[in-house]
């Protein structure tokens, strides 16, 4: 069965932008869907890098697990971004981990068939390039955000990227939610910090007016320049 009954809504993710329905149609026949519920997860070991995801919905992060048991966040991908082989590296015998931090539709289609389409679909290797320098954007905004400067700066920079990456402006206010299912264990592993000073940092930041933190474990920045003042 065809991924969506509509090749058409595929183009509301930036991988399939512009493309035209004959393409997107052969696409849409090539892929089929899966659904990730949060907190699932999805080993990619180098028996299964012949498949490639494509997030349709949701926020998930790639993971590699560490030696002593914990994990190693990689990345935070959202709608558009694309996962497998082609993007995690196709000699990699280490196993990396999909984790859903919502519930997350997923796009799978075999690799190589994803690379003729490629080779055969000028948009969507333009589109692709376009994701994938995105992605690299965003790892060194990440890291520039790691560099020099103390935890509390480290968590409100990440803040900051985040609500830039993937903020829903609040109409009639200055308000930015970040769509994104965040516990202080997240962010306490995207900082290098220990959990108790991520929830000692939120608090303050939450006393100050700065951000609020909803039952749903999602962050509203109740200022952008507030919080870009205190990096």
Known sequence: MPANPDPTTLRRLNLFRGMGLPHLAVLNGLMRRHVLPAGGRIVMTDQLDDTVYVIQKGVVRIVREQCDGGELLLALLGPGEVIGALTLGETST??????????????????????????????????????????????????????????????????????REYGEPQPGSDCVRIPLRL?????????????????????????????????????????????????
Do not use: Y
């Open 94 to 163: 280490v196993a990396h981990s999909i984790l859903a931090l919502d519930e997350t539709q997923l796009l799978w289609i075999d690799r190589h068939a994803f690379e003729r389409c490629i080779q055969t679909m000028p948009e969507l290797s333009v589109n692709l390039a376009g994701v994938l320098a995105r992605r690299v954007q965003f790892a060194n905004d990440r890291i520039e955000a790691l560099a020099g400067v103390d935890v509390r700066a480290r968590i409100v920079r990440h803040l900051l990227l985040l609500a």
């Open 183 to 231: 516990t202080q264990g997240d962010l306490a592993r995207m900082v290098g910090a220990s959990r108790v000073r991520v929830n000692h940092t939120l608090s303050e930041l939450r006393r100050h007016r700065v951000v609020e933190m909803c039952a749903d474990h999602h962050v509203m920045v109740l200022g952008m320049a507030a919080l870009e003042k205190l990096c």
